[in-house]
């Protein structure tokens, strides 16, 4: 599967966000699905991840209750909204696919996509 993610760019410390990730190939709804981010100088972190069907989703403390993951399988599409943006929400945002139940860390995802820049601006 092939993965593209969309959205990012330039906002103020309390605006909102709503990222994209596309995907084309295989069956979309065969893959739970996460988001991941990269801030400059740290690790790559988990941030959420939804079920195939979206029943069911996981969500970092650090975003917790200002973010939120959801998907759209007749559009092959996951989105994370993304409101009350800090300054340290700043990093490039990945989508990744995967075969396995729910997984939070990097290694449990089998496919990547280029990322897409959100920067949050205090």
């Known amino acids: 599967v092939q993965l593209q993610a969309s959205g990012g760019g330039l906002v103020q410390a309390g605006g909102s966000l709503r990222l994209s990730c596309a995907a084309s190939?295989?069956?979309?709804?065969?893959?739970?699905m996460g988001w991941f981010r990269q801030a400059p100088g740290r690790e790559r972190e988990f941030v959420s991840v939804?079920?195939?069907?979206?029943?069911?989703?996981y969500i970092s403390d650090s975003v917790k209750g200002r973010f939120t993951i959801s998907r759209d399988n007749a559009k092959n599409t996951m989105y994370l909204q993304m409101n009350s943006l800090k300054p340290e929400d700043t990093a490039v945002y990945y989508c990744?696919?995967?075969?396995?139940?729910?997984?939070?860390?990097?290694?449990?995802?089998?496919?990547w996509g280029p990322g897409t820049l959100v920067t949050v601006s205090s």
């Open positions: 990744a696919a995967t075969g396995r139940p729910l997984p939070t860390m990097l290694g449990g995802y089998d496919y």
């Open positions: 190939g295989r069956t979309f709804s065969s893959y739970a």
């Open positions: 939804i079920s195939r069907n979206g029943g069911i989703t």
